[in-house]
């Protein structure tokens, strides 16, 4: 059913001639390399699995180019090998906080399997956590993915660390403040904040992507956004990143995720907490599923509004959820948002900003062999002062079997 060797290449490495990323550099808006005079913090990079610090090297130019001194960057290493378990090398990375870091504030990047890692450490350490300023994963399978169920230790094509990924495995639901999912927040209290990205054309682990469905259940999720952060999606649709899309290893590498993940470092959009956002309506405009019955009882998901600016701002805000057997939360067509069954409040504050739009519309069909659910539409939308204004926007989302335009208004607070 899955194509494994295609999966497990073996150790990989991914490295990045220093001038790609000057020149990488050299195109970031002047207001993002300008908030960088007041120093970097110092910042731990977690590599995934199958791979080593080496995949890194592009990421490290960058920030070398960009005033981190050497001692403020810190690769953590750890080993794949068939024995490795996300508890384990929690341990590990903690011993390597408290002797690189020092107890000084920093941030936190990590990819895939690394984002499991570092967030199931702050889960167990959360004296230390809060010092973590900015958490950032590059396609972490931050919910898992169906396709562990398929694997376990079997000899030398399968990785315990694979048992860790299954959805609602004790690894995920201790990352994800004790619970397998929660659309209010999943990243809790804390003074972090929380930056996920991932990307249309990851292939994910066997060829399933991780901007799919996790479970066919009456939450459905892709796997690496989170509720509580802001959440993007790497393609030329749901956000401006130049028509790039990267494959699942080549993430650390990609230059506009790179520009990306720098802005964020540098302290979020600026403007403190002084604009809000609501979500005004949202349309189908494509669909192109299995030619089931649509917009009634067999479509489900939700509308999230995401602040992600640390402690209450962690909290989303969810306009519209409509659960499996649903054919209506509010009395109204789902589409007429929002629903006074989960929302909390009209208007979300965009901490530090930026405001975060997370879209996932399935058309549900019991998830059948013959019937798959289809998600029609997981995309988001991320509004940042940096790059756009106050008043009333729009914007497409898409995903494998259709488009919804979300309308939306920023105004000040």
């Not at 939360?329 to 929302?343: A, K, Y």
């Not at 019991?366 to 940096?386: F, M, T």
């Amino acid at each position: 059913m899955f194509d494994v060797k295609s999966t497990l290449r073996g150790r990989r490495t991914y490295s990045m001639l220093a001038v790609t990323a000057a020149l990488a550099i050299s195109a970031l808006p002047g207001s993002v390399a300008r908030a960088a005079t007041a120093g970097p913090r110092d910042i731990v990079l977690v590599h995934g699995m199958n791979d080593g610090p080496g995949a890194w090297d592009g990421m490290v130019a960058m920030l070398k180019a960009n005033g981190y001194s050497k001692d403020q960057i810190h690769l953590f290493q750890y080993d794949t090998d068939q024995g490795s378990r996300v508890a384990g090398v929690a341990k590990d990375f903690d011993a390597f906080v408290q002797r690189e870091v020092k107890g000084k504030a920093f941030d936190v990047v990590a990819h895939s399997l690394g984002s499991v890692i570092s967030r199931y450490w702050m889960a167990d350490h959360q004296s230390e956590a809060a010092k973590v300023v900015n958490w950032i994963s590059l396609a972490g399978p931050n919910h898992g993915t169906w396709w562990a169920y398929q694997g376990g230790d079997l000899g030398g094509l399968w990785k315990k660390f694979v048992l860790d990924l299954v959805p609602g495995s004790d690894a995920l639901r201790k990352a994800n403040n004790g619970q397998d999912y929660n659309w209010w927040g999943e990243t809790g209290k804390g003074p972090t904040r929380f930056t996920t990205f991932r990307s249309g054309c990851d292939e994910g682990m066997a060829g399933v992507g991780l901007d799919r469905a996790v479970m066919f259940d009456k939450e459905d999720f892709d796997s690496t956004s989170l509720g509580g952060a802001i959440n993007y999606k790497v393609t030329n649709t749901d956000q401006d990143f130049a028509g790039h899309c990267p494959s699942h290893p080549g993430f650390p590498g990609d230059s506009e995720v790179q520009k990306k993940v720098y802005e964020t470092l540098v302290d979020g959009g600026g403007g403190g907490d002084a604009y809000q956002l609501k979500i005004d309506k949202v349309r189908m405009v494509e669909e192109s599923g299995d030619g089931g019955l649509k917009g009634n009882s067999d479509r489900m998901g939700y509308i999230r509004v995401n602040s992600g600016g640390g402690g209450e701002s962690n909290l989303s805000n969810v306009y519209w959820r409509n659960d499996r057997g649903d054919t209506d939360d509010s009395g109204n067509e789902w589409l007429n948002v929002p629903n006074s069954g989960f929302n909390r409040g009209t208007w979300t504050t965009c901490a530090n900003g930026r405001c975060g739009i997370d879209v996932m519309i399935v058309d549900e069909d019991y998830g059948s062999a013959l019937d798959p659910d289809d998600v029609e539409v997981n995309g988001s939308i991320v509004w940042d002062v940096r790059h756009q204004g106050t008043g009333q926007h729009s914007k497409i989302v898409q995903g494998t079997y259709g488009k919804a335009e979300v309308f939306y208004t920023v105004a000040h607070r």
